[in-house]
């Protein structure tokens, strides 16, 4: 378990983090799904290309990003072991009874392009606002209020619950009950876990009742009004031409060069 | 439990997302306004129990517990399941952003499921220990169907996805056994601690 920080990055400046939250977020989506509906591998490097001058641009730390990629890695780690084993076409090597094969190895290739691409993008997407703007953001968006209302909260509480099972966690080890897995070691676990449960829910009668009295109608308050100007809407623009180039692109290149 | 981007079939996260899509309208719209602070502190929770790993041999698990937010949050685990997976996925940066709707399936549908299971056993039967016993069944079973449903949703990109299929159903037969074990005590626990947060047992 790694500690989180809210808000880390949201606080530098580049063309990303001046952009218009709404834009940001419906323009890079759209930038995100275009890339995942390719299938040229030689188009999809060039998106993923564009996805790291992307991040640059916003300039998150890379240290940063390279640390959550780990997460994806490990998501299609096994797909990318087993697809070269499992595919058959025109074999490169063998290994005992398995073969390498070039279509399977190619297959592997487009889907971990893709994966990483997709992941790339959140950085200049979501890093680069505060919380409380993507909460916004979805807002005038249309998303439905209730579902807007237990992300705010869900994330939130998040931070502090993670501190109470770190300290549950902590006080069961000094008193020799370490993580074990054994039947004991889990029935321990599961007791920790029931007692976070019933703060937690406790704690939600709670902050129900505080927030309402301070005024909360569901909805969130920003000081700053959101407010599109002409560079938002020519950045926006220029991400969903991308979006769309790249399979203009790829069908052309099918056309002219065949497909791969 | 997680299918990244890239993997499946567009077709498959397409229907991924009008599932969802559906069983969230219906799920949001019978929420009422009270319970949503309650929803959002128990998703909390449930997350960061998820971010746990438990050793195991030479690697670690870590917990999914769907079963759990099934049993504790009956037919809003669905919104709770969306709602973690949408803050996995964009804010912690893990991805699956095309496959979020087909990842809700994967395990919001095992969190129905075990709560019906759940729900069924603890109030047909009358034996002392029932709700640890059915509350650890929604725990393992609430995995083995996410695993039946990664598969079939991997087997739809073709038949080279066997091999991937067989390595994820191996690599989640001791996290069954331990999740049942960890669901069956947090159920057992709250059952004298605090019973009315298990969502539809009768007396």
Same mark, same amino acid.
């Given at each position: 378990?790694?500690?989180?920080?809210?808000?880390?990055?949201?606080?530098?400046?580049?063309?990303?983090?001046?952009?218009?939250?709404?834009?940001?977020?419906?323009?890079?989506?759209?930038?995100?799904?275009?890339?995942?509906?390719?299938?040229?591998?030689?188009?999809?490097?060039?998106?993923?290309?564009?996805?790291?001058?992307?991040?640059?641009?916003?300039?998150?730390?890379?240290?940063?990003?390279?640390?959550?990629?780990?997460?994806?890695?490990?998501?299609?780690?096994?797909?990318?072991?087993?697809?070269?084993?499992?595919?058959?076409?025109?074999?490169?090597?063998?290994?005992?009874?398995?073969?390498?094969?070039?279509?399977?190895?190619?297959?592997?290739?487009?889907?971990?392009?893709?994966?990483?691409?997709?992941?790339?993008?959140?950085?200049?997407?979501?890093?680069?606002?505060?919380?409380?703007?993507?909460?916004?953001?979805?807002?005038?968006?249309?998303?439905?209020?209730?579902?807007?209302?237990?992300?705010?909260?869900?994330?939130?509480?998040?931070?502090?619950?993670?501190?109470?099972?770190?300290?549950?966690?902590?006080?069961?080890?000094?008193?020799?009950?370490?993580?074990?897995?054994?039947?004991?070691?889990?029935?321990?676990?599961?007791?920790?876990?029931?007692?976070?449960?019933?703060?937690?829910?406790?704690?939600?009668?709670?902050?129900?009742?505080?927030?309402?009295?301070?005024?909360?109608?569901?909805?969130?308050?920003?000081?700053?009004?959101?407010?599109?100007?002409?560079?938002?809407?020519?950045?926006?623009?220029?991400?969903?031409?991308?979006?769309?180039?790249?399979?203009?692109?790829?069908?052309?290149?099918?056309?002219?060069?065949?497909?791969? | 439990?997680?299918?990244?981007?890239?993997?499946?079939?567009?077709?498959?996260?397409?229907?991924?997302?009008?599932?969802?899509?559906?069983?969230?309208?219906?799920?949001?719209?019978?929420?009422?306004?009270?319970?949503?602070?309650?929803?959002?502190?128990?998703?909390?929770?449930?997350?960061?129990?998820?971010?746990?790993?438990?050793?195991?041999?030479?690697?670690?698990?870590?917990? +999914?517990?769907? &079963? *759990? %937010? =099934?049993?504790?949050?009956?037919?809003? $685990?669905?919104?709770?399941?969306? /709602? @973690? #997976? !949408?803050?996995?996925?964009?804010?912690?940066?893990?991805?699956?952003?095309?496959?979020?709707?087909?990842?809700?399936?994967?395990?919001?549908?095992?969190?129905?499921?075990?709560?019906?299971?759940?729900?069924?056993?603890?109030?047909?039967?009358?034996?002392?220990?029932?709700?640890? +016993?059915?509350? &650890? *069944? %929604? =725990?393992?079973?609430?995995?083995?169907? $996410?695993?039946?449903?990664?598969? /079939? @949703? #991997? !087997?739809?990109?073709?038949?080279?996805?066997?091999?991937?299929?067989?390595?994820?159903?191996?690599?989640?037969?001791?996290?069954?056994?331990?999740?049942?074990?960890?669901?069956?005590?947090?159920?057992?626990?709250?059952?004298?601690?605090?019973?009315?947060?298990?969502?539809?047992?009768?007396?």
């Amino acid at each position: 378990m790694s500690h989180f920080d809210i808000d880390e990055y949201a606080y530098l400046e580049s063309p990303f983090h001046s952009f218009d939250p709404r834009a940001k977020f419906v323009s890079v989506l759209v930038l995100m799904f275009s890339i995942v509906l390719l299938n040229d591998i030689r188009i999809l490097t060039a998106g993923l290309l564009l996805a790291v001058a992307l991040v640059l641009i916003s300039r998150i730390p890379l240290l940063f990003v390279m640390g959550r990629l780990k997460w994806v890695a490990l998501f299609v780690l096994a797909v990318v072991i087993v697809l070269p084993f499992s595919v058959s076409g025109t074999a490169l090597f063998s290994v005992g009874a398995l073969t390498f094969t070039k279509e399977g190895f190619l297959q592997a290739l487009v889907i971990s392009v893709k994966a990483f691409s997709v992941v790339l993008l959140i950085f200049p997407m979501l890093a680069t606002m505060k919380f409380v703007s993507f909460i916004k953001a979805l807002e005038k968006l249309h998303v439905p209020n209730r579902l807007v209302q237990m992300i705010t909260l869900t994330y939130r509480y998040i931070f502090v619950l993670l501190n109470e099972i770190q300290r549950t966690l902590r006080s069961i080890e000094s008193r020799g009950y370490g993580k074990r897995t054994s039947i004991l070691g889990l029935k321990n676990l599961g007791t920790a876990i029931g007692m976070l449960l019933v703060r937690s829910y406790e704690r939600g009668g709670r902050i129900f009742d505080a927030m309402v009295s301070r005024g909360y109608n569901g909805t969130m308050e920003t000081l700053r009004e959101f407010r599109i100007n002409s560079k938002d809407w020519a950045k926006a623009a220029s991400i969903v031409a991308v979006a769309v180039l790249l399979h203009v692109a790829a069908f052309t290149s099918s056309i002219y060069l065949g497909a791969i | 439990m997680h299918i990244a981007d890239g993997i499946l079939a567009p077709e498959v996260w397409i229907a991924g997302f009008v599932i969802t899509g559906i069983i969230l309208a219906y799920t949001l719209y019978r929420t009422k306004a009270e319970e949503i602070p309650k929803i959002s502190l128990v998703t909390s929770a449930v997350f960061v129990a998820s971010l746990i790993h438990i050793p195991l041999g030479p690697t670690s698990v870590h917990l +999914i517990l769907a &079963g *759990l %937010a =099934g049993v504790l949050l009956a037919e809003k $685990a669905y919104p709770s399941v969306f /709602i @973690a #997976l !949408l803050l996995q996925a964009f804010l912690f940066q893990h991805g699956g952003i095309t496959t979020i709707g087909i990842n809700t399936v994967i395990i919001g549908v095992p969190a129905l499921v075990s709560y019906g299971i759940f729900v069924v056993g603890v109030n047909h039967t009358r034996f002392e220990q029932r709700l640890v +016993i059915f509350g &650890g *069944l %929604a =725990g393992g079973v609430a995995i083995v169907l $996410a695993v039946v449903l990664t598969s /079939i @949703a #991997l !087997l739809f990109g073709g038949e080279e996805f066997l091999g991937v299929v067989a390595l994820l159903a191996v690599a989640h037969v001791p996290v069954i056994v331990i999740e049942a074990v960890i669901v069956g005590s947090v159920v057992g626990f709250l059952n004298k601690v605090k019973p009315e947060m298990l969502a539809g047992v009768r007396e």
